[in-house]
Nanobody
Framework: VQLQASGGGLVQAGGSLRLSCAAS????????MGWFRQAPGKEREFVAR????????YYADSVKGRFTISRDNAKNSVYLQMNSLKPEDTAVYYC?????????????????WGQGTQVTVSS
């Protein structure tokens, strides 16, 4: 299983970025996909997840209303649209996958992880 995250970069506060995560080596439609982030000196934290079955989404309070997670099963990909970015959104963003997972709110619930993509928001 490989997860390849991309789309990070440097953006000004208030701007937008769209992260992508391409998955291979798995039956993508049966995997719940999540996004996590880790800021310097902080622990990795949950950002959002989308389930394998109904496509149900769930967000951390800190990003609710600004970020949108989506998936395209035909392309084996999950996306994170990030709008109204703030300097506190600066972090390395990771995608993660777990099969038949109906929760997916914590790191321990995911079996596979991508390598991360850096997002930097300047003030």
């Amino acid at each position: 299983v490989q997860l390849q995250a991309s789309g990070g970069g440097l953006v000004q506060a208030g701007g937008s970025l769209r992260l992508s995560c391409a998955a291979s080596g798995l039956s993508f439609g049966s995997y719940t996909m999540g996004w996590f982030r880790q800021a310097p000196g902080k622990e990795r934290e949950f950002v959002a997840r989308i389930t394998w079955s109904s496509g149900s989404t769930y967000y951390a309070d800190s990003v609710k209303g600004r970020f949108t997670i989506s998936r395209d099963n035909a392309k084996n990909s999950v996306y994170l649209q990030m709008n109204s970015l703030k300097p506190e959104d600066t972090a390395v963003y990771y995608c993660a996958a777990d099969q038949y997972r109906n929760t997916g709110y914590t790191q321990s619930q995911y079996s596979y992880w991508g390598q991360g993509t850096q997002v930097t928001v300047s003030s």
